[in-house]
């Protein structure tokens, strides 16, 4: 018999693994008897295929081995949870939750006789066994993680059991960093429980995702389980509580308390159970029959009026798209403080970060609609269905994901919900230089590790892909289908794909395969021959790595414009090599690949700076156009910027005209090299219908010539906008020849808003104005979120400026941020402004004990990157 290569390759495959690197050693060099008593052993020798790198064949054991130790599958499902009750009373000073918590079950398939269970730092009192009035005590195990219950019998499918459990649970316990996009793990949170923080109110709230419910009640923490659920909530009378459901009950009860029972009749995941206590205001909204809340710091209800106003029309929106109804009997939205991710999902009662508490004014200029939508769309994409494992947590977060883009689109345009297409595809590029790993992924270390850019921003765009590639009609179609098979159920990635393959009749095995089942995106690289303007020639090239990516099949979108009508071809890309003959017949001198942005690639193409001038002027498509200009801005393309920068700044896109005058703040001279244009700045600080735009061009003009606009900047900082408000106040501030009078700066020193904050500091700083430690001092005790990380710099130079104004008392707050604030960014925020004081040693050698007690690597690398240059 011939010995082929692959017949040595599977020879010494046979042995275990420390066997089979030493035998392949030996395969690599010398002949193994088997090859020298071949006949054709000579042939064998010489085959460079028999050669087998010794390393390379180890290093594919190892990666191997890895993958099946590392596999994390869909959670083993020995009980069916039906139904939790829950009793609980909060011990506010020691920060602990008193529970009863009575589980009804089922075995799912298999015979039971041990009842396995979730629960995180309890400790556990007695557990029964209900019968109805009768009740039998258990036995247990607990290792302050599962708690294991020994039933008296062995229970089968056909049986189903009660368990009462009753115990004391401490979340704060062993609690640990999460992910970037959940930073802590407690489950439940006390916030300020003895009102002993000044401007902080007394709540408590939960975060559940990924499994940290079960820091507050027992139960089985996968998701996918589901139940109903009762929860009687003990509460102070002063105070409202939101969980899950409908509230069914209120009692009330002896020494100032309530207990409030809220009902869940519609089955869900144990991550999206929810409680929020606390002195809420609510605002009532209302969609169809659906009673709508929102839940927020008394005194800002008419903020959250406005913030949450397009709440009805959202959901509209989305059953329209759907065909699918909003599918639970009640929806709320709470702001809370110190929140540890910007929003959660929980069935009927989302949370959010404390950035959504506006007051009336702070409204007006919201832009929170994305996160709104997002949480809003989880209540049929993650809660009504939901993803049975984490590994495919992207069934849940793409299409959050993409519920942005389709709002904006319905909201605000097109050309809105490209550039915000084009913002995720740069958040997932940047996070994919050193990490691509597939959607769909079973290998993580940690769930945390899935709450990522491919999860999120790489699955909304495969997403918006597939609609592409489908079509409106089968696209919303296939999502309804998926939605009405699986109502109240668990899925995988392929149950979405059955359901496009049925509504649509195509096999999207492929798309699937390369999309949510593998890694990376496709890397093109274009030449286009304009030789015969009227049969455009294209030429394109798959240049990723195909030894780790796959080889795409892409549809490429080529457009162009013939007067002022706009025409396009699909193409279908099927092989790394390609050509297409556009037959265009109009004779055209400039074509565009993807010009709308809607395909997932990092592209290379020659374009001069002429075609992208062209382009600004031609495109029809407002992200086309604000590539051009930001090309040919980081271009310096100064000669076409002449031209084109007057029509950018009256651009029928807002972002368009905002960019461009971000622009022109970098250089005065452009108000004298283009004719007219100061005059356009102006009338846009005066005019424009969005005010991030106003507030812009009052800022070009502001760095432009501050003196000359000294009359135009005091009426408009009495504005309602602050975005528009703070820009003109800040133009105030800047003026050199004549300086702003003290009294109108005096006017605003009562302002509590970040943006009116910062250009008073601002002034106090420039004018060397003393006397002004006790406001600075008071504005880091009022500002919270990204308003204080803005102010800290502003903080610590007035104070290393004049030490003398209370510098001990500001370097105790800050490091009071830096080792308490729940936001890594605060925290970061008042690292740097404590290193404004890093020429004092106490300073520096406290801050290198402070920061070997961040949770976050991260942060703590950069902090010990500057400490030991410092050192």
Same mark, same amino acid.
């Given at each position: 018999?011939?010995?082929?290569?692959?017949?040595?390759?599977?020879?010494?495959?046979?042995?275990?693994?420390?066997?089979?690197?030493?035998?392949?050693?030996?395969?690599?060099?010398?002949?193994?008897?088997?090859?020298?008593?071949?006949?054709?052993?000579?042939?064998?020798?010489?085959?460079?295929?028999?050669?087998?790198?010794?390393?390379?064949?180890?290093?594919?054991?190892?990666?191997?081995?890895?993958?099946?130790?590392?596999?994390?599958?869909?959670?083993?499902?020995?009980?069916?949870?039906?139904?939790?009750?829950?009793?609980?009373?909060?011990?506010?000073?020691?920060?602990?939750?008193?529970?009863?918590?009575?589980?009804?079950?089922?075995?799912?398939?298999?015979?039971?006789?041990?009842?396995?269970?979730?629960?995180?730092?309890?400790?556990?009192?007695?557990?029964?066994?209900?019968?109805?009035?009768?009740?039998?005590?258990?036995?247990?195990?607990?290792?302050?993680?599962?708690?294991?219950?020994?039933?008296?019998?062995?229970?089968?499918?056909?049986?189903?059991?009660?368990?009462?459990?009753?115990?004391?649970?401490?979340?704060?316990?062993?609690?640990?960093?999460?992910?970037?996009?959940?930073?802590?793990?407690?489950?439940?949170?006390?916030?300020?429980?003895?009102?002993?923080?000044?401007?902080?109110?007394?709540?408590? %709230?939960?975060?559940?995702?990924?499994?940290?419910?079960?820091?507050?009640?027992?139960?089985?923490?996968?998701?996918?389980?589901?139940?109903?659920?009762?929860?009687?909530?003990?509460?102070?009378?002063?105070?409202?509580?939101?969980?899950?459901?409908?509230?069914?009950?209120?009692?009330?009860?002896?020494?100032?308390?309530?207990?409030?029972?809220?009902?869940?009749?519609?089955?869900?995941?144990?991550?999206?159970?929810?409680?929020?206590?606390?002195?809420?205001?609510?605002?009532?909204?209302?969609?169809?029959?659906?009673?709508?809340?929102?839940?927020?710091?008394?005194?800002?209800?008419?903020?959250?009026?406005?913030?949450?106003?397009?709440?009805?029309?959202?959901?509209?929106?989305?059953?329209?798209?759907?065909?699918?109804?909003?599918?639970?009997?009640?929806?709320?939205?709470?702001?809370?403080?110190?929140?540890?991710?910007?929003?959660?999902?929980?069935?009927?009662?989302?949370?959010?970060?404390?950035?959504?508490?506006?007051?009336?004014?702070?409204?007006?200029?919201?832009?929170?609609?994305?996160?709104?939508?997002?949480?809003?769309?989880?209540?049929?994409?993650?809660?009504?269905?939901?993803?049975?494992? %984490?590994?495919?947590?992207?069934?849940?977060?793409?299409?959050?994901?993409?519920?942005?883009?389709?709002?904006?689109?319905?909201?605000?345009?097109?050309?809105?919900?490209?550039?915000?297409?084009?913002?995720?595809?740069?958040?997932?590029?940047?996070?994919?230089?050193?990490?691509?790993?597939?959607?769909?992924?079973?290998?993580?270390?940690?769930?945390?590790?899935?709450?990522?850019?491919?999860?999120?921003?790489?699955?909304?765009?495969?997403?918006?892909?597939?609609?592409?590639?489908?079509?409106?009609?089968?696209?919303?179609?296939?999502?309804?289908?998926?939605?009405?098979?699986?109502?109240?159920?668990?899925?995988?990635?392929?149950?979405?794909?059955?359901?496009?393959?049925?509504?649509?009749?195509?096999?999207?095995? %492929?798309?699937?395969?390369?999309?949510?089942?593998?890694?990376?995106?496709?890397?093109?690289?274009?030449?286009?021959?304009?030789?015969?303007?009227?049969?455009?020639?294209?030429?394109?090239?798959?240049?990723?790595?195909?030894?780790?990516?796959?080889?795409?099949?892409?549809?490429?979108?080529?457009?162009?414009?013939?007067?002022?009508?706009?025409?396009?071809?699909?193409?279908?890309?099927?092989?790394?090599?390609?050509?297409?003959?556009?037959?265009?017949?109009?004779?055209?001198?400039?074509?565009?690949?993807?010009?709308?942005?809607?395909?997932?690639?990092?592209?290379?193409?020659?374009?001069?700076?002429?075609? &992208?001038?062209?382009?600004?002027?031609?495109?029809?498509?407002?992200?086309?156009?604000?590539?051009?200009?930001?090309?040919?801005?980081?271009?310096?393309?100064?000669? &076409?910027?002449?031209?084109?920068?007057?029509?950018?700044?009256?651009?029928?896109?807002?972002?368009?005209?905002?960019?461009?005058?971000?622009?022109?703040?970098?250089?005065?001279?452009?108000?004298?090299?283009?004719?007219?244009?100061?005059?356009?700045?102006?009338?846009?600080?005066?005019?424009?219908?969005?005010?991030?735009?106003?507030?812009?061009?009052?800022?070009?003009?502001?760095?432009?010539?501050?003196?000359?606009?000294?009359?135009?900047?005091?009426?408009?900082?009495?504005?309602?906008?602050?975005?528009?408000?703070?820009?003109?106040?800040?133009?105030?501030?800047?003026?050199?020849?004549?300086?702003?009078?003290?009294?109108?700066?005096?006017?605003?020193?009562?302002?509590?808003?970040?943006?009116?904050?910062?250009?008073?500091?601002?002034?106090?700083?420039?004018?060397?104005?003393?006397?002004?430690?006790?406001?600075?001092?008071?504005?880091?005790?009022?500002?919270?979120?990204?308003?204080?990380?803005?102010?800290?710099?502003?903080?610590?130079?007035?104070?290393?400026?004049?030490?003398?104004?209370?510098?001990?008392?500001?370097?105790?707050?800050?490091?009071?941020?830096?080792?308490?604030?729940?936001?890594?960014?605060?925290?970061?925020?008042?690292?740097?402004?404590?290193?404004?004081?890093?020429?004092?040693?106490?300073?520096?050698?406290?801050?290198?004990?402070?920061?070997?007690?961040?949770?976050?690597?991260?942060?703590?690398?950069?902090?010990?990157?500057?400490?030991?240059?410092?050192?």
């Amino acid at each position: 018999m011939q010995s082929t290569p692959k017949k040595i390759l599977m020879t010494c495959l046979t042995f275990g693994s420390l066997s089979m690197a030493l035998f392949t050693v030996s395969c690599k060099s010398e002949k193994s008897a088997l090859v020298q008593n071949s006949e054709n052993s000579a042939v064998a020798e010489a085959s460079p295929e028999a050669r087998i790198d010794s390393a390379k064949l180890l290093r594919m054991i190892r990666e191997k081995n890895a993958e099946i130790a590392g596999y994390q599958p869909s959670a083993k499902r020995d009980f069916d949870l039906l139904h939790t009750e829950l009793d609980l009373a909060f011990d506010w000073s020691n920060q602990a939750v008193l529970g009863k918590a009575k589980l009804k079950l089922t075995p799912y398939f298999y015979p039971q006789k041990e009842l396995v269970l979730d629960a995180k730092d309890f400790e556990v009192g007695a557990i029964y066994l209900l019968n109805g009035e009768a009740q039998s005590k258990l036995n247990y195990r607990y290792d302050e993680k599962q708690l294991r219950i020994y039933l008296p019998e062995l229970f089968t499918s056909k049986d189903t059991i009660q368990v009462e459990i009753n115990y004391i649970a401490f979340p704060d316990r062993n609690s640990g960093s999460g992910s970037e996009a959940i930073t802590d793990t407690k489950g439940l949170y006390f916030i300020d429980p003895l009102d002993t923080i000044p401007g902080k109110p007394t709540m408590i %709230w939960t975060q559940g995702e990924t499994e940290h419910n079960s820091k507050w009640f027992p139960t089985i923490d996968k998701p996918n389980e589901r139940f109903t659920q009762l929860f009687k909530l003990t509460v102070p009378d002063s105070m409202v509580s939101i969980s899950n459901g409908v509230l069914v009950k209120q009692e009330k009860l002896e020494n100032g308390l309530r207990k409030d029972y809220w009902e869940m009749k519609l089955p869900h995941a144990p991550y999206l159970a929810a409680i929020a206590v606390g002195n809420f205001g609510k605002v009532e909204a209302k969609w169809k029959n659906i009673p709508l809340g929102y839940y927020v710091e008394k005194g800002f209800e008419k903020g959250a009026a406005m913030v949450f106003e397009n709440t009805p029309e959202m959901i509209g929106l989305f059953e329209e798209k759907l065909g699918v109804d909003f599918p639970w009997p009640k929806y709320d939205q709470i702001v809370v403080r110190d929140f540890v991710s910007g929003a959660m999902e929980n069935t009927t009662a989302s949370i959010f970060m404390e950035e959504l508490r506006l007051d009336e004014r702070e409204a007006i200029d919201s832009e929170w609609d994305y996160i709104i939508a997002h949480e809003l769309f989880h209540q049929w994409f993650g809660d009504l269905v939901t993803a049975e494992s %984490w590994a495919n947590l992207t069934l849940n977060e793409a299409f959050a994901n993409y519920s942005e883009y389709l709002w904006n689109e319905h909201k605000y345009g097109q050309d809105q919900a490209a550039l915000k297409l084009v913002t995720e595809m740069e958040g997932y590029f940047a996070e994919s230089e050193s990490k691509q790993v597939d959607l769909i992924r079973f290998n993580y270390a940690d769930s945390e590790d899935m709450f990522d850019s491919h999860s999120y921003n790489k699955g909304g765009v495969v997403l918006h892909m597939l609609r592409q590639h489908l079509g409106d009609e089968a696209f919303f179609k296939g999502l309804n289908l998926y939605l009405k098979q699986h109502a109240f159920q668990s899925v995988e990635i392929h149950d979405l794909r059955l359901a496009f393959e049925r509504v649509s009749g195509q096999d999207l095995n %492929w798309f699937f395969n390369q999309w949510f089942l593998d890694k990376g995106h496709p890397e093109l690289f274009f030449e286009v021959d304009y030789s015969q303007p009227e049969n455009i020639l294209l030429t394109v090239y798959q240049v990723q790595d195909l030894e780790k990516l796959p080889l795409y099949l892409l549809p490429i979108e080529v457009s162009w414009y013939e007067g002022k009508s706009r025409k396009s071809k699909k193409f279908q890309m099927t092989s790394s090599f390609q050509q297409f003959a556009l037959e265009n017949e109009f004779p055209v001198t400039q074509v565009y690949i993807d010009e709308g942005k809607n395909l997932l690639a990092r592209r290379n193409q020659e374009i001069s700076t002429a075609q &992208y001038a062209l382009q600004f002027k031609e495109s029809t498509l407002g992200v086309a156009r604000y590539e051009a200009l930001d090309s040919l801005v980081s271009r310096e393309a100064k000669d &076409y910027l002449i031209e084109i920068l007057p029509i950018a700044v009256m651009d029928s896109f807002w972002s368009v005209r905002e960019n461009a005058l971000g622009f022109m703040q970098n250089d005065p001279e452009w108000r004298n090299q283009i004719q007219g244009l100061e005059d356009m700045v102006y009338e846009l600080a005066e005019k424009d219908p969005k005010n991030s735009v106003k507030a812009a061009a009052i800022d070009l003009l502001a760095a432009w010539d501050p003196d000359k606009y000294q009359s135009a900047f005091l009426r408009l900082a009495n504005e309602q906008s602050y975005l528009v408000a703070s820009s003109a106040l800040m133009g105030l501030v800047r003026a050199e020849e004549n300086p702003v009078d003290a009294a109108v700066i005096e006017r605003f020193v009562g302002e509590r808003n970040f943006r009116m904050i910062i250009p008073v500091a601002e002034y106090y700083i420039l004018q060397n104005v003393k006397g002004k430690g006790p406001w600075f001092l008071d504005r880091v005790d009022q500002l919270s979120g990204e308003g204080l990380y803005f102010y800290l710099g502003y903080f610590s130079e007035y104070f290393s400026r004049f030490p003398e104004e209370g510098k001990d008392q500001a370097v105790r707050k800050l490091f009071h941020l830096l080792e308490n604030d729940s936001k890594s960014f605060v925290r970061l925020g008042a690292f740097q402004a404590l290193m404004g004081f890093a020429d004092e040693e106490a300073v520096i050698k406290k801050l290198n004990q402070v920061v070997q007690t961040e949770k976050d690597e991260k942060l703590k690398n950069y902090y010990n990157y500057f400490l030991e240059a410092l050192n």
